[in-house]
């Protein structure tokens, strides 16, 4: 049904039930990066599914503006930044309990790991013992992990949302 209107509070519900579809794809993801550590295809697979759900939600924004019958540039971009946010909401919760119960330490672990490598060492010679210490004390907890992954996922999702958008417009624009 083509409405040439745009609707925010429709494009607003449509963002959640496309954020959660996106969060689907970005937590199994997620998981295939955490224990890609011991199994380095899953590494690779879970790197394959994030490209995907970037691909994945421009579809999904497309055919909404499809459905309207036009797709202004603007409206697209809060729609992705929108999607974007709602799936960072909907990740943080699997994230979360993947690093209450299912972790135990190991992400820790390979954190310390990859510091003892030497081509780590010269990266974190601008740092202080001191420095380093209190950063991996404060990824101790739970909660302050998920915290981390909160706020990259929060920057990622404003870096894709403008690929998403182009995704989103292209061929919609043109008369049929």
Not at 46 to 52: D, E, L, P, Y
Not at 129 to 136: L, T
Not at 140 to 148: D, E, F, I, V
Request: glycine share 6%; net charge positive.
């Amino acid at each position: 049904m083509r409405t040439n209107t745009y609707d925010y509070r429709e494009a607003r519900r449509l963002s959640m039930n496309f954020g959660m579809r996106t969060a689907v794809w970005w937590s199994i993801s997620f998981l295939c990066t955490m224990y890609g550590v011991r199994y380095p295809i899953l590494a690779n697979l879970g790197v394959f599914i994030a490209i995907f759900s970037v691909y994945y939600a421009g579809r999904l924004i497309r055919w909404y503006n499809q459905q309207i019958g036009y797709a202004p540039a603007f409206n697209t971009w809060w729609l992705a930044l929108i999607t974007y946010f709602f799936a960072t909401l909907s990740t943080t919760l699997v994230q979360y309990i993947y690093f209450r119960f299912l972790d135990k330490g190991m992400m820790l672990q390979q954190m310390e790991q990859f510091m003892q490598m030497p081509e780590y060492r010269q990266l974190l010679q601008g740092f202080s013992k001191a420095d380093i210490q209190q950063s991996m004390e404060l990824m101790k907890s739970p909660a302050q992990m998920t915290y981390a992954v909160f706020l990259f996922n929060i920057f990622l999702g404003l870096l894709l949302s403008f690929p998403t958008m182009l995704i989103g417009i292209i061929h919609v624009n043109k008369k049929q």
